[in-house]
T-cell receptor, first 110, second 113 residues
Framework: SQQGEEDPQALSIQEGENATMNCSYK?????LQWYRQNSGRGLVHLIL?????REKHSGRLRVTLDTSKKSSSLLITASRAADTASYFC??????????FGAGTRLTVKP | DGGITQSPKYLFRKEGQNVTLSCEQN?????MYWYRQDPGQGLRLIYY???????QKGDIAEGYSVSREKKESFPLTVTSAQKNPTAFYLC????????????FGSGTRLTVV
């Protein structure tokens, strides 16, 4: 069963703009993770935010977490054409395994 | 370099055949996972293993089987009982389960011919 849902399903922006993707989940978590997938490739881990954290940064990435609303957002600043990929949020509802949403497909036009 | 290797990259299966997808990691990770991805969709968990000689069913285990005889290896067999096996299969490993990030292989694309 899917745990997270990303919104929007698809996002198209111009290079240099910021991209914001949202994730909602259903059960309590101890962390939430964001991954990136280039077409036809495996997923790459981007960032992990723990349930007691509200915001985390990594380079051009900023992740927020609101446990009261069971939601998270991923912001990519100053986007580049190379950021074109699908982005997934993932949570662990039972501490044994991780469940992924359907992803947001981001297209950054040069 | 440490990493996780899936092979083959592409695999074609005739109806009624069993096929085995390989997943090997040299990261010394205890936990390993198999996911299935269909076009435009998220990942669905097939099986996972938290330790050698032990594994658990995920959400869509029917028609699949796994083994975990060595820490480094977690092969997935797609049996003839899996009626719709055409998909992209991803293997992942983790040092500490969902409390840490997963490392993914580059995937195997399985097609039924």
């Amino acid at each position: 069963s899917q745990q997270g849902e990303e919104d929007p399903q698809a996002l198209s922006i111009q290079e240099g703009e910021n991209a914001t993707m949202n994730c909602s989940y259903k059960t309590s978590i101890n962390n939430l993770q964001w991954y990136r997938q280039n077409s036809g490739r495996g997923l790459v881990h981007l960032i992990l935010i723990r349930s007691n954290e509200r915001e985390k940064h990594s380079g051009r990435l900023r992740v927020t977490l609101d446990t009261s609303k069971k939601s998270s957002s991923l912001l990519i600043t100053a986007s580049r054409a190379a950021d074109t990929a699908s982005y997934f949020c993932a949570t662990a509802p039972n501490n044994n395994d991780m469940r992924f949403g359907a992803g947001t497909r981001l297209t950054v036009k040069p | 370099d440490g990493g996780i290797t899936q092979s083959p990259k592409y695999l074609f299966r005739k109806e009624g055949q069993n096929v085995t997808l390989s997943c090997e990691q040299n990261l010394n990770h205890d936990a390993m996972y198999w996911y299935r991805q269909d076009p435009g969709q998220g990942l669905r968990l097939i099986y996972y293993s938290q330790i050698v000689n032990d594994f658990q069913k995920g959400d869509i285990a029917e028609g699949y089987s796994v083994s975990r005889e060595k820490k480094e290896s977690f092969p997935l067999t797609v049996t003839s009982a899996q009626k719709n096996p055409t998909a992209f299969y991803l293997c992942a490993s983790s040092i500490a389960g969902p409390t840490s990030g997963y490392t993914f292989g580059s995937g195997t694309r399985l097609t039924v011919v």
